[in-house]
C-alpha cells in the first residue's frame, strides 16, 4: 500500500506533500493510479490455429486520489479548500511523486468534497481527484546521465607542489564508443549535448551501433556553442545554444538521420565529429519508463 506521495502543480510552481502518518493538514486516505490497458492488432488467415499479433498500441493510465483535510477552525477549512481548488485546476499538468518515481496527469474533474456532515464540516473534510495520465508510463525522478567526453578536475586542496614537479588540474577523457543502459520496461528516447570546447567543431554525430541509425547535425560549432537533439516521443527537438540565446536548429539535421530510441538493456552508442573530435564534450541522458513501480509502502 501505498502510504506517502507528493503531488506538485507545474504550473503554479507548488507542491502538496500528502502522507498517512507524517503530514497533518491535508492527509492521504488512498492512492490508485490503475492499470494500463493494451490493445493488440491482429489477423489469421485460413486453417491458422490462434492469432498473428502484429502490432500494439496502450491507453491512457487513471489516477484516482483520496485525501482529508484537518483543520481547527471555520477560517481554516475554508481556506484549505480554498488551496485545494486552486492547485486541482483542470487545465494545469500535475506531477505524482512516488519513491523515486513520477507521473504526469491532468484533473478529469474539478475535486469533490464529501456530502455527509460526518465526513465535511468544520474540522475534516474528505476529498477525492480523478485524473488522467496521457502518457501512462511512470519515470525516474533523475535522468541518468553519461558522459562519455569530459574534464575531469585533478586539483585537490591542500595543495603541496615538490620543486620542478609538474602539476595537473585537470584530464580531458574520450571514450567515443560507450554503453548506456535503459533498465525500464520499453524503448525510451534520449537528449544528446554536442559542446563546442574551446574550438570548432564540424558536424558532430551519435549512432547507435547495433541499430546502425545515426543522428548527424551538418553545422560547425563554434567554440562555446552547444547543440541539444531530444529524441523523446512529444519533445523531439534539435536546440542550439551560444551565448545564452536558444534557437530552433532543426534545419541543421541530416536529411538521413534517425530518431533513435534506445532499446530496454544494453546499448552500444559512438559518436564522432568530420574535425575537432578532441574538442567535442558530449552527453547523453535518458529517464527509463516502467509500467508500475508500487514497492512495499
Known amino acids: 500500500m501505498v502510504q506517502d506521495i507528493k503531488l506538485r502543480n507545474n504550473v503554479l510552481k507548488s507542491d502538496l506533500p500528502l502522507s498517512m502518518v507524517d503530514t497533518e493538514n491535508y492527509i492521504l486516505d488512498s492512492v490508485d493510479w490503475g492499470v494500463i490497458e493494451a490493445s493488440h492488432q491482429e489477423y489469421k488467415y485460413i486453417n491458422q490455429y490462434g492469432v498473428t499479433i502484429v502490432g500494439h498500441t496502450l491507453g491512457t493510465r487513471d489516477v484516482e486520489i483520496k485525501g482529508w483535510v484537518i483543520a481547527s477552525t471555520d477560517a481554516e477549512m475554508t481556506e484549505m479548500k480554498k488551496q485545494l481548488n486552486r492547485f486541482f485546476n483542470l487545465f494545469h499538468l500535475i506531477t505524482l511523486y512516488y519513491s523515486s518515481y513520477a507521473l504526469d496527469f491532468y484533473c478529469q474533474k474539478t475535486i469533490r468534497y464529501g456530502t455527509e456532515e460526518k465526513e465535511n464540516n468544520n474540522v475534516i473534510c474528505h476529498w477525492v481527484v480523478d485524473g488522467i495520465a496521457p502518457n501512462p508510463f511512470f519515470k525516474k525522478v533523475v535522468d541518468n546521465v553519461y558522459e562519455p567526453s569530459k574534464v575531469v578536475g585533478m586539483f585537490h ?116 565529429a568530420d574535425s575537432g573530435i578532441d574538442l567535442l564534450d558530449v552527453t547523453l541522458e535518458l529517464n527509463d519508463m516502467y509500467e508500475e513501480v508500487q514497492e512495499c509502502y
Do not use: C
Not at 595537473?168 to 520499453?186: A, E, Q, S
Not at 544528446?192 to 541499430?211: E, L, Q
Not at 540565446?245 to 530496454?264: A, G, P
Open 157 to 272: 586542496f591542500p595543495f603541496h607542489k615538490k620543486k620542478e614537479e609538474n602539476v595537473v588540474f585537470g584530464r580531458i577523457i574520450n571514450t567515443t564508443t560507450f554503453m548506456v543502459y535503459n533498465t525500464g520496461h520499453v524503448p525510451t528516447g534520449f537528449r544528446v549535448t554536442f559542446h563546442a570546447r574551446g574550438g570548432s567543431v564540424a558536424n558532430p554525430t551519435i549512432m547507435h551501433v547495433g541499430k546502425q541509425k545515426f543522428i548527424k547535425i551538418n553545422k560547425t560549432l563554434q567554440p562555446g556553442e552547444t547543440i541539444v537533439v531530444d529524441t523523446n516521443r512529444g519533445e523531439r527537438s534539435v536546440t542550439g545554444i551560444i551565448n545564452g540565446v536558444r534557437t530552433n536548429q532543426f534545419v541543421s539535421k541530416d536529411i538521413e538521420s534517425t530518431w533513435i530510441m534506445l532499446d530496454v538493456g544494453r546499448n552500444v552508442m559512438h559518436y564522432d
